[in-house]
């Protein structure tokens, strides 16, 4: 239901742009956001944003750098990443939920999308 792409190799302080695309319409007005999941470490929320007023959501080690967006025109939902750091070397995951509170959390994810690889060097 939810395809995810734009992944790649950046060096540091370099850029990526991510997508989410929705396959079933109804999985299209979900909240919507991603996780990530480095070598070694438990998946974390990255970023979220809401299917209406898009209301937005952001872990705190990505402020300032990463930007949610979403075109509903489109069922697509976008990560913008900014001046990416090793530490933000993981495999990032599309996740849609019911409700925007329960966006956060693993356990609140109706919707799973296979992830993509984000590799930055240092």
């Known amino acids: 239901q939810l395809q995810a792409s734009g992944g790649g190799l950046v060096q540091a302080g370099g850029s990526l742009r991510l997508s989410c695309a929705a396959s079933l319409r109804n999985v299209a007005i979900y909240s919507k956001g991603w996780f990530r999941q480095a070598p070694g470490k438990e998946r974390e929320f990255v970023a979220g944003i809401s299917w209406n007023v898009g209301r937005t959501y952001y872990a705190d080690s990505v402020k300032g750098r990463f930007t949610i967006s979403r075109d509903n025109a489109k069922d697509t939902v976008y990560l913008q990443m900014n001046t990416l750091k090793p530490e933000d070397t993981a495999v990032y995951y599309c996740?849609?939920?019911?409700?925007?509170?329960?966006?956060?959390?693993?356990?609140?994810?109706?919707?799973w999308g296979k992830g993509t690889q984000v590799t930055v060097s240092s």
């Open positions: 996740a849609a939920a019911a409700a925007f509170s329960r966006l956060r959390a693993e356990y609140g994810i109706d919707y």
